[in-house]
């Protein structure tokens, strides 16, 4: 069966403090491990896939980077609107199509 | 190009009404898929669906709980004699066909049951 975990559950980061949040998995053969953002009351927002160990993506403030056994998203310089929860999912070979096993989030504050 | 579409945005139901979420897919995208989030729980795998098949329902409750995605018009999700306990927000994602794509999220509906 396929896990996630994601580490902190919470985390709170003044308006420019750089941090990482941890997302650890286990899965029968990765077929992709994704981030996406989700504002209160609304839909996940995607942000990026990886496909394989050493992968890394960026877009603006927010870089994810892949090992065999877990993901980072970094935050640099984080603002404000940077605020939300911050979901980490994996889909397995093993289990049909493409649907996701999602983590329990880390919900990010950023203080101005 | 419009996101995933999800009608209505909140539903009230009584216990023991039923309930009748609907999902438009992304243009382009032939795989929808169904997530539930309880309060304070992450998102939970419910099932996915092609046009005119169920491809998994590993995730759906066994009993009053039922999904179709007919050649024509949106994907429904049903759930017959709701109780309290399906009050929850209900998420559709629509990938194109090759199975290692993004999965791109509608606002969800969110359902509460008196």
């Known amino acids: 069966e396929d896990q996630v975990t994601q580490s902190p559950e919470a985390l709170r980061l003044q308006e420019g403090e750089s941090s990482s949040l941890n997302c650890s998995y286990t899965v029968s053969g990765l077929r992709g491990l994704f981030w996406y953002r989700q504002d209160p009351g609304k839909g996940p927002e995607f942000l990026f896939t990886?496909?394989?160990a050493g992968e890394e993506k960026e877009k603006e403030r927010l870089k994810a980077t892949l090992t065999k056994k877990e993901s980072f998203l970094h935050i640099t310089a984080p603002k404000p609107e940077d605020s939300a929860t911050y979901l980490c999912?994996?889909?397995?070979?093993?289990?049909?199509?493409?649907?996701?096993?999602f983590g329990e989030g880390t919900q990010l504050t950023v203080n101005p | 190009n419009a996101g995933v579409m999800q009608n209505p945005r909140h539903l009230v139901r009584r216990r023991g009404q039923e309930a009748r979420l609907r999902c438009s897919p992304m243009?382009?995208?032939?795989?929808v898929y169904w997530y539930r989030q309880l309060p304070e729980e992450g998102l939970k795998f419910m099932v996915y669906l092609q046009k005119e098949n169920i491809i998994d329902e590993s995730g759906m409750p066994k009993e009053r709980f039922s999904a179709e995605f007919p050649k024509e018009g949106p994907s429904i999700l049903r759930i017959q004699q709701v109780v309290r306990g399906d009050s929850a927000a209900y998420f559709c994602?629509?990938?194109?066909?090759?199975?290692?794509?993004?999965?791109?999220f509608g606002p969800g509906t969110r359902l509460t049951v008196l």
């Open positions: 999912a994996v889909g397995g070979a093993e289990t049909s199509g493409s649907r996701l096993t």
């Open positions: 990886l496909y394989s």
């Open positions: 994602a629509s990938s194109p066909p090759n199975p290692t794509d993004t999965q791109y």
């Open positions: 243009k382009g995208h032939s795989h």
